[in-house]
């Protein structure tokens, strides 16, 4: 089994910064793409960024520019680095993560989400 834990999350204004960390543990034998999604009230959970084991990115073009994806791979960790949040960044952030268990097999995991509010 695997487990993500997201951390980071909370209320700012408009304008503002956050940074959200996400840390893979468990059964891990290599972690292959790993992304953010958000999911805000009313609404279906979409892709925010995502990034390759060799840190190819890519973001929704209503990110892009302000918002940042990263990870370390020797700490099984990834990160989203938020700037010039807008109030319709309002979301709960959810981390997700290909992991490769071994015998075990690859599974897509997801963390248990991460509540992001802008205020205007």
């Known amino acids: 089994q695997v487990q993500l834990v997201e951390s980071g999350g909370g209320l700012v204004q408009a304008g503002g910064s956050l940074r959200l960390s996400c840390a893979a543990s468990?059964?891990?034998?290599?972690?292959?793409?790993m992304g953010w999604y958000r999911q805000a009230p009313g609404k279906q959970r979409e892709l925010v960024a995502t990034?390759?084991?060799?840190?190819?990115?890519n973001y929704a073009d209503s990110v892009r520019g302000r918002f940042t994806i990263s990870r370390d791979n020797a700490k099984n960790t990834e990160y989203l680095q938020m700037n010039s949040l807008k109030p319709e960044d309002t979301a709960v952030y959810y981390c997700?993560?290909?992991?490769?268990?071994?015998?075990?097999?690859?599974?897509?995991?997801w963390g248990q989400g991460t509540q992001v509010t802008v205020s205007s």
């Open positions: 990034i390759t084991t060799g840190g190819s990115t």
């Open positions: 468990g059964s891990i034998f290599r972690i292959n793409a």
């Open positions: 997700n993560a290909e992991v490769d268990s071994g015998v075990y097999g690859v599974r897509n995991y």
